[in-house]
């Protein structure tokens, strides 16, 4: 096994436990545009924006803000802790 595919296998076992969701790709979605887009006009890098839409990983609270404000949202409304 590589460790590409243990990466993988390791990544979907964590998102499942993962106790965050996010409606992030939702919201981005609406206003049309794409991860880019929202990661320049954020400063979050546009792989922690794919990994957020996708429950990979849980925002620090400044980052969540700064996405929050950005769709003139609180950051409550875009990510849920379950």
């Not at 590409?4 to 979605?29: D, P």
Request: glycine share 2%; no cysteine.
């Amino acid at each position: 096994m590589t460790n590409f595919s243990l990466a993988n296998k390791l990544i979907k076992l964590l998102s499942k436990t993962n106790v965050m969701k996010s409606t992030l790709r939702i919201e981005r979605l609406k206003k049309r545009i794409s991860q880019k887009e929202l990661a320049k006009a954020t400063r979050v890098p546009e792989q922690n924006i794919y990994l957020i839409e996708n429950n990979l990983l849980m925002p620090k609270i400044n980052t969540a803000a700064k996405i929050a404000g950005f769709f003139n949202l609180k950051a409550d409304e875009i990510f849920r802790i379950y």
